[in-house]
């Protein structure tokens, strides 16, 4: 085996170990989500049978409206400050270091 086809090899098992990585997480994130849905319809079917539809609704207007304010403040942040900084991170492969900064 030539010293060009070892280096080869060897650089690609950081590769391919980051590739399992991202799918790994990619997977557990994907299983937290459908749980997570899934528990949220089972809470909105079981108040459906607990109240009547007057309680219900101002439920769900109570709900939904912390809900969405949380989602558009801390999503928007989320999306439009760490994940930038931290792609950019891993382009440079200082990922320790972008870590610390989030």
């Known amino acids: 085996m030539s010293s060009s086809e070892l280096k080869r090899r060897t ?17 557990i994130m994907i299983i937290g989500l459908i749980l997570s849905k899934g528990s949220g319809f089972l809470r909105t079917v079981i108040l459906s049978h607990k109240f009547e539809e007057t309680y219900r609704e101002a439920f769900t207007a109570a709900f939904l409206i912390p809900d969405f304010v949380f989602a558009l403040l801390v999503g928007g942040s989320i999306q439009s ?11 440079q492969k200082t990922q320790k270091k972008a870590w610390k900064g989030v």
């Open 11 to 27: 650089d690609q098992k950081p590769a391919a170990k980051a590739a399992k990585s991202i799918t790994f997480s990619t997977i």
């Open 81 to 91: 400050a760490i994940t930038p900084t931290l792609s950019k991170a891993i382009e």
